[in-house]
C-alpha cells in the first residue's frame, strides 16, 4: 500500500496542497491522512498540533471566512466525506500574496489536504448532498482571537458555486475587508515572523 504524499506550493505564499496516493481495490480504499515526514519536508511541524475538530454540513452551506488574529493558529485542513468548494485570503500586509484570494476543491475521492498557516482567512461552501470537513490546528481555540471576513465581499469577489447560500448569523454579519483592513498590521505585523525553533 502506497503512503506517500505529493506537497506543492500554491498560488498564495506558504499555502501547501498535499495530496496522498489511495489504495483502491474492488473493497473501497485505504488512505493515510498523517505523514510526519511528509509534514515536516513541506515545513509544517507535526508535533504542533494541539486540537483535531470536524464539521459536518449540508447542501449549499458556507461556512467563512474565518482565521485569528496574532498569527496564532495554522490549520490543515480536509474533506473526510463529500465535496467542498474552498477559499482562502491572505491578510498578512508582509506578505508577497496580500489579499490574494484563491480556491481549490476539497473531496473524498482526491483526499487532497490543504495547509492554512497563521494570519490566512478560509471558508468552503459544500457542494456535495453533505460533507464532513476535518481540522487540525496548531493553537488551543481562543474566541477571543477570532477573526471573521465577509464571504460576499465585493472585493475579494469570490465566485461561490451555489447561489443563496445557507450562513450562520455571524458570518452573515461579518465585517468587509474594508473594515477589517486598518487592523491588519496590528494583527500579524509588518514582517513575517521568525521561524520557530
Do not use: N
Amino acid at each position: 500500500m502506497s503512503a506517500s504524499f505529493r506537497v506543492e506550493p500554491w498560488s498564495i505564499q506558504d499555502v501547501r496542497v498535499l495530496t496522498p496516493e489511495p489504495f483502491r481495490d474492488h473493497r473501497g480504499f485505504f488512505v493515510r491522512t498523517l505523514s510526519t515526514s511528509t509534514l515536516a519536508a513541506a515545513g509544517i511541524d507535526p508535533g504542533s498540533f494541539v486540537e483535531e475538530s470536524q464539521s459536518r454540513s449540508r447542501h449549499g452551506v458556507l461556512r467563512g471566512l474565518h482565521g485569528r488574529r496574532a498569527l496564532s493558529e495554522g490549520k490543515l485542513v480536509r474533506c473526510s466525506y463529500g465535496q467542498v468548494f474552498e477559499v482562502i485570503v491572505d491578510l498578512r500586509p508582509w506578505s508577497v500574496t496580500f489579499l490574494h484570494c484563491d480556491s481549490l476543491v476539497l473531496d473524498d475521492v482526491s483526499h487532497c489536504q490543504v495547509w492554512v498557516p497563521p494570519g490566512l482567512v478560509h471558508g468552503f461552501q459544500v457542494i456535495s448532498e453533505v460533507a464532513d470537513i476535518c481540522y487540525r490546528m496548531d493553537a488551543v481555540h481562543e474566541a477571543g482571537l477570532d477573526i471573521t471576513v465577509a464571504f460576499d465581499d465585493p472585493d475579494l469577489a469570490i465566485a461561490w458555486p451555489l447561489p443563496d447560500p445557507i450562513v450562520s448569523d455571524r458570518d452573515a454579519a461579518a465585517p468587509r475587508l474594508a473594515e477589517v483592513r486598518p487592523h491588519l498590521e496590528e494583527w500579524f505585523g509588518t514582517s513575517p515572523p521568525a521561524p520557530r525553533p
